[in-house]
């Protein structure tokens, strides 16, 4: 999945149908920003991701939303894939996309795009994980170095297991192994460093946005959208989205 990033285009409608647009991506969300201008911002195939991205919110108002581009060096080749996010009133809807070519020089190129829509009446847990540079001098003011987004709704489970031990250094017994255990669908690792400071905020805005209507309740404004009440509706998609952003 090597990357050729198509050339932006800010003034162009971002549908594939020019002079259409998107209802739902251009409502603004807590973030200050449309739907529409983070995916033109992000620059990976914003056309393809808008299309797909609103055939999956299949008419709903987006209420809050979070794009995430991820960048890998594999060798000599540039990796990447984007994640985006949707809240609705009732739905959470994810889009993953990454492409991939077909020949070495590069003139044909595949994207692959999963989609699911999950039910926020589904969603068991939203874990939000900090990373805070110099505790020890740590003040209000401080920016989040670093933040992970961890959200679970079919009861899939991370089992991370190693080596167990008993503290002495100088100790060559076998003491089998330890673990823990996590449960995650989905997780998102956002970099002040990587992604910016304004990444971070809008991931923590989304999670508050989420926690909100996952339980029914008013969020407080003005951090994060309008909490709204769920309406329980199924129809989750069978094939999970592509875990290669996941830790």
Not at 15 to 42: I, W, Y
Not at 128 to 157: C, F, H, M, N
Not at 194 to 199: C, F, K, S
Not at 218 to 229: C, D, E, I, Q, V
Request: proline residues 7%; contains cysteine.
């Amino acid at each position: 999945m090597s990357f050729q990033s198509p050339t932006p285009k800010p003034q162009a409608t971002i549908s594939g149908r020019p002079g259409t647009h998107h209802h739902g991506l251009h409502d603004h969300s807590a973030q200050g920003q449309s739907l529409e201008g983070a995916l033109q911002q992000a620059g990976f195939y914003p056309r393809l991701v808008a299309d797909v991205v609103a055939d999956a919110l299949d008419g709903r108002d987006c209420v809050a939303h979070l794009v995430h581009l991820e960048t890998h060096f594999d060798r000599a080749e540039v990796r990447r894939h984007i994640t985006v996010l949707v809240l609705t009133e009732d739905m959470l809807v994810i889009t993953h996309v990454d492409d991939q070519q077909l020949d070495d020089a590069g003139e044909q190129t595949v994207a692959q795009v999963s989609t699911e829509s999950v039910p926020v009446t589904q969603i068991r847990s939203v874990v939000l994980s900090y990373v805070y540079a110099q505790p020890q001098d740590y003040k209000p003011s401080d920016p989040v170095r670093e933040l992970t987004l961890s959200i679970a709704w079919s009861g899939g489970q991370r089992l991370d297991m190693g080596p167990a031990s008993c503290g002495d250094p100088q100790c060559e017994a076998d003491h089998g192994y330890s673990g823990t255990i996590a449960q995650e669908d989905i997780v998102l690792r956002i970099s002040a460093e990587a992604d910016g400071l304004q990444a971070v905020q809008d991931a923590k805005l989304f999670a508050r946005a989420l926690r909100a209507v996952n339980t029914g309740s008013s969020a407080p404004m003005p951090h994060t959208g309008p909490g709204l009440p769920p309406r329980p509706r199924m129809g989750v998609f069978g094939n999970r989205a592509s875990r290669g952003h996941q830790r």
